[in-house]
């Protein structure tokens, strides 16, 4: 019963419901199109991140310089709540809107959008020239 109750506070929040229902629709999302999509600072994200996770919800991996999270199915009771949520999801138009703006943060390439969020040192644009090439 502890593990539902932690499920269930982990998604009592509206940007923590946010993810979770983002990631139900797609399998990975990267940290920083997760900070895009919530319009929220690094360490807002991160931290709600770290509930989800330590909540059995979300799982990272990491690839590179990028952290990717996907839903972890692997727990108890997880498809009950995807199917408890799943009326809300198609109903809510906060959560259709969060999913077309996924659709256009998803086409941003990462660096990008760490620059966006971090500045220019994050992600250095890389310049063409003769010493450079």
Do not use: Y
Not at 4 to 31: G, P, Q, W, Y
Not at 40 to 59: D, E, P
Not at 70 to 96: A, C, M
Request: include cysteine; charge should be positive.
């Amino acid at each position: 019963m502890d593990d539902t109750i932690s499920k269930l506070k982990a998604l009592a929040d509206k940007n923590r419901l946010r993810v979770f229902c983002a990631l139900a629709r797609h399998e990975e999302l990267c940290a920083c199109q997760i900070t895009e999509l919530l319009q929220v600072t690094g360490a807002t994200a991160s931290r709600h991140l770290s509930i989800l996770v330590t909540a059995g919800l979300l799982k990272s991996r990491k690839d590179g310089r990028w952290v990717l999270f996907s839903l972890d199915r692997s727990g108890s009771g997880f498809d009950g709540i995807l199917q408890w949520l799943n009326p809300e999801v198609r109903t809510s138009l906060t959560l259709q809107n969060d999913l077309d703006a996924l659709r256009q943060i998803m086409e941003a390439p990462r660096e990008d959008l760490c620059r966006k969020q971090r500045g220019e040192a994050c992600c250095p644009i890389k310049k063409e020239g003769p010493h450079n090439e």
